[in-house]
């Protein structure tokens, strides 16, 4: 039943008309919340950054996914299901740190992490360091859904993507020349060790991820990542790690992250907000508050999280100058923002 069928047919009890085996079937329940955030990453960034063009292909992207996954919702789809699509659509813009849009490593290679978790069963699934999958956010479901496992990485995840039909791209598909400008501008910074994005001019993190509460209660999310320019091969950030860059419990809520993995890692981010809610009882914001904005900047960890909770409340939390961010509340309002003020 869709949400305008179940007002409809809620009509009679409101006009206080008694309507007994309808009241007693579960349709008859007030409408469930249901809501959903996206982020395409966190980082510096000022207006005037890019052409207004770019700005605005970004904006209608980010709103693209969110009412993709929204319609999902809407449907009476899982929140698995709508987080799945606002990551593979964002995974497939060149505009996005995840699948295309992937950053180079420092061999010049696209490693790809990814994690997704649901909230009813606490099943998750995740890839780290796989090359050339084209939206390794399926990967990771297929991972969750159809092994025993919860992490594959590198070989043996591309493997099993062969095994299960996980499409894959050449490496052109995953060349754009900004980021390769943005590899080589890191590699000129290089002071030796590995110099990461984050500690180039260029600050700015766009991972993608996607958190979703759905009718039926359950929370979902999901995130996508080429990691950060320059990384060492083998490196794995938090994107693709369950309770740093990803974490959905239907007792709390629902997290995905992004910003400089390293600090996320430590941190556990992600499950972190979670335990806060769960235990102390605390508002999702303020949790997503005191982890962003306390505990990470006291250990100088940059970035930010999306994160929804049971009843549809909606965190789009940062400690860095923006995140690219869209959201779809439980009365269906709609936000699609880039800057911290805006
Ligand atoms: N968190 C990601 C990583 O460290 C980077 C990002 O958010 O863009 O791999």
Redesign the pocket.
Known sequence: MNRLTSTLFLAPALMGVSLMTQAQTPDAEPDAPIAIAIHG??GTISKGDFPEEMERDLRNMLEKAVRAGYQVLQDEGSSLDAVTLAVTLLEDSPYF?AGKGAVFNAEGNNEL?ASIMEGAGLEAGAVSAVHNIRNPILLARKVMTDSVHVMLMGEGAEQFARDKGITFEDDAYFFTEYRWQQLQKARAADDGQTTFLSETPDRW???VGAVALDSAGNLAAATS?G??TNKRWGRV???SIIGA?TYADNRSCAVS??????Y?IRATVARDICARVQFTGMRLEQAADEVINQQLVKMGGS?GIIAVDPAGNIALTFNTPGMYRASIDSVGRVTVAIYREE
């Open positions: 990453g966190a740190n992490d993190f766009s991972t990542t990691g950060m950030g938090d994107s860059g992250a992004t910003g400089h993995g390293e996320f970035g």
